[in-house]
Structure formats: structure tokens, C-alpha cells
């Protein structure tokens, strides 16, 4: 089985941002499966598009990252990266994080830091 959480970053500076998760539980619930992460910069899925794609997996000294879908925008690929090296560091998991929208972080005015708590938080809950 594998739960998935939706939740809503009320950012306070602009448009709020989705975020899904899918955790393995019970049977597949081992430190190799891995956690799947989504931040949407709208609340339609269907209209966003695909801005990066990154893997991050732990070692035990350090987390790697490996940008799978690059982008051209230096503050949304900084921002996915290290949301998923925090999530992945976090949950001793491999992390998969995808981001999708229609503009950068900048432009809507996200705060990094608020995003990369609420994201660990999603993990701790969990």
C-alpha cells in the first residue's frame, strides 16, 4: 500500500502551492522504497507544466541528487534540489520530487525556507 497526502502551503506572499506525497506503508515500507514528492504552483494539475525533476537518495554520509528533468530557471532547480535532499535526508528514502507550473518560484513570490519546511513536515507526519 502507499498513502498519499495532499496539502495546501498557504504562501504568504503569493498563490498558494499543492503538494502530494506518496509514502510506502506496511509490506513495501523499507529504507530502499522510495518516497514520491509533487509541488504544484496551481490548484489544476492538468494546466501545469513539468519545471524539474530530481532524484535524491542518502548515503551515510551525505545525500546525492541527481537532476532528471532540468530547467533553465537557477532558483527553481536550487529549490527542488534541496527539498529533496532535505526529504530524503529526513526520511533516510530515496526521494523522488517533481515540480510543475507555468512560472519560477521568484515569480510567485515563494518563500524557499517556508516550502522546505512544509515539505519536511509532510515527511514527519507521516
Known sequence: ?????????????????QVLV?????EINTSKSPISMTIMTGSNAADQALMIYVYAIPTARDVLTSVLVDTADDAVRETAVRVSKLCAKKSQRPC?????GNASIESLGMDQLLLCKECVGLIDAS
Open 96 to 100: 523522488y520530487l517533481t515540480m510543475a
Open 1 to 17: 500500500m502507499v498513502k498519499t497526502i495532499q496539502h495546501t502551503i498557504q504562501n504568504p506572499l503569493g498563490s498558494s502551492f
Open 22 to 26: 506518496s509514502i510506502p506503508e506496511n
